[in-house]
């Protein structure tokens, strides 16, 4: 069983930054690649990020490209999420998603099919 637990949302203002944190557990974190999504109210959970199993290839949702990075450290068996310039469409709820299949590439992660593991999310609330 896999688990994954995000952290590090919170409220912020429009224009900041904020840095996610997923850890993962119960398998071998490194052979998989990761992603982000996010979902707010009333609209369909849509693909933020996505980095490769190396960490050297990353693949962005075009709302957020520019703007936020995802990065990974294996040691921590942790996937990040850093935001900038945040914006108030932004709000939504954060989860850190793995694949079924190790080796799915960052754009792969965009089918949320592809998906096997979702954690349970944290909130992102961002005032104008």
């Known amino acids: 069983q896999v688990q994954l637990v995000e952290s590090g949302g919170g409220l912020v203002q429009a224009g900041g930054s904020l840095t996610l944190s997923c850890v993962a557990s119960?398998?071998?974190?490194?052979?998989?690649?990761m992603g982000w999504f996010r979902q707010s109210p009333g609209k369909e959970r849509e693909f933020v990020a996505g980095?490769?199993?190396?960490?050297?290839?990353?693949h962005y949702g075009s709302s957020v490209e520019g703007r936020f990075t995802i990065s990974r450290d294996a040691s921590k068996a942790t996937v990040y999420l850093q935001m900038s310039s945040l914006k108030p469409e932004d709000t939504a709820r954060y989860y850190c998603?793995?694949?079924?299949?190790?080796?799915?590439?960052?754009?792969?992660?965009?089918?949320?099919?592809?998906?096997?593991?979702w954690g349970q999310g944290t909130q992102v609330t961002v005032s104008s």
């Open positions: 998603a793995a694949p079924f299949l190790a080796r799915t590439p960052p754009q792969g992660l965009q089918d949320q099919q592809a998906v096997r593991y």
């Open positions: 980095i490769s199993r190396s960490g050297d290839e990353t």
């Open positions: 119960g398998r071998t974190f490194s052979s998989y690649s």
